[in-house]
């Protein structure tokens, strides 16, 4: 039986790592999204991961004839035409507690209609969409300060966790399943939202526009906006609003205040671009300054970067030690898995200076910790900079 997993992103790099690690390269076939380009984003490349591990990637149209095959659609791009297949093994992972939220955007419409829990369905694929049978299900938890980000992340993690609990049934065909229930069931297309031109209505109460500021925030792909301000996360307040829906009530460098239409709300300018130029610039005093810093500590930019990793890149030690002081994580990655580790090396082999190397690795940093490419940093440091290879060998080896 060999196993074919479609899709995108880590859920299914993470499927397939446990596939490759359980069952052999030998038993897999990859079948690739139309958009996967093999760059590293948010997210990585299941087509880099798939040709770093030598890994068989066929066509769509290839799996068709395939009797002795399970199927798995892991954010698969295309629907699957159960007709066309030969096998009946077909599997699909479902980002919300189905019957609810078929279809599309179920990172942000759970959050837009204020729900309090959401999950994640593993069922079988039927001719319609998203309605076959049901597998499994776990449950996510919707929080007070929940993103479409901070969500799909949480649906990524727990996808993969239901998958690695059912894969062993799925494989030998002892699994269960049941009829979608009738009541609670949704249905969203694309028309459901216009990412095109998004807007938030003001005209709404605050705990609706909460939701709105909540379930568009997704930094690789937008930011909510408010009145020509990019916002980055909100506050109600207890104060009844008295004026009209949408007034500016105040305004400064951190945030303004709107009227609702029953309570004022807080809504906080995005700073994360002056926290990385504080940074970059090492200006700790500028940083100290900025309210809510705490939000921004593992925020990443559109190369993965966090302000811990710009200030190990650019040797700005005071700032780099105060980001550890709120625990920043000094083992984050970006998106080609480059440890903080890594950038502190460049800094110390373009300033001569090794002290942040000494503070990571003194501090919880994992010395050979590798990238998506297999290598940790002595590993390029070896042809970099041979005098600083043997003083972290010497100390650290």
Not at 269 to 288: G, M, S, W, Y
Not at 371 to 378: Q, V
Request: with cysteine; aromatic share 12%.
């Amino acid at each position: 039986m060999r196993i074919c997993i479609a899709g995108k992103n880590n859920i299914a790099i993470d499927i397939c790592s446990y596939v490759l690690e359980k069952y052999g390269k030998d038993r897999i076939l990859v079948v690739l999204n139309k958009t996967d380009n093999c760059i590293n984003t948010f997210q990585r490349s299941f087509k880099q991961f798939a040709e770093l591990n030598g890994l068989t990637v066929v066509q769509l149209e290839d799996v068709y004839k395939l009797k002795d095959i399970i199927f798995l659609s892991l954010e698969f791009d295309r629907i699957i035409k159960p007709s066309l297949f030969e096998t009946k093994k077909l599997y699909n992972i479902h980002f919300s507690l189905l019957p609810a939220y078929k279809g599309m955007y179920t990172s942000a419409l759970p959050i837009l209609n204020g729900e309090r829990r959401t999950g994640v369905t593993l069922h079988c694929i039927d001719a319609g969409i998203d309605t076959g049978d049901i597998i499994d299900q776990k449950e996510i938890r919707i929080n007070r300060s929940e993103t479409a980000e901070s969500l799909y992340l949480k649906y990524i993690e727990n996808g993969v966790k239901l998958v690695r609990k059912n894969l062993d049934k799925i494989v030998t065909g002892d699994h269960t399943s049941y009829t979608q229930p009738i009541l609670g069931s949704s249905y969203y297309s694309k028309k459901a939202i216009d990412y095109s031109n998004l807007s938030i209505d003001l005209n709404k109460t605050s705990f609706q526009i909460d939701c709105q500021i909540r379930a568009f925030s997704f930094r690789d792909y937008q930011m909510p906006s408010v009145l020509g301000f990019r916002i980055a996360y909100s506050k109600i307040l207890k104060n009844r609003s008295y004026r009209k829906p949408g007034t500016l009530l105040y305004n400064s460098d951190e945030k303004i205040v709107i009227a609702t239409v029953d309570y004022d709300i807080e809504l906080y300018k995005d700073q994360f671009e002056c926290i990385l130029d504080c940074c970059k610039n090492n200006d700790i005093e500028a940083l100290r300054r900025i309210y809510g810093l705490n939000k921004y500590i593992e925020t990443k930019n559109e190369k993965g970067w966090t302000p811990l990793m710009v200030a190990a890149y650019n040797n700005s030690k005071n700032i780099f030690k105060y980001l550890y002081s709120l625990k920043a994580n000094i083992n984050a990655v970006n998106n080609n898995g480059t440890t903080v580790l890594m950038y502190a090396k460049d800094a110390a082999i373009k300033y001569g200076d090794n002290e942040l190397i000494d503070f990571i690795l003194q501090h919880g940093g994992i010395l050979f910790q590798k990238d998506f490419y297999g290598k940790n940093m002595m590993d390029y440091l070896i042809n970099q900079n041979s005098e600083l290879y043997n003083y972290i060998q010497q100390k650290y080896g």
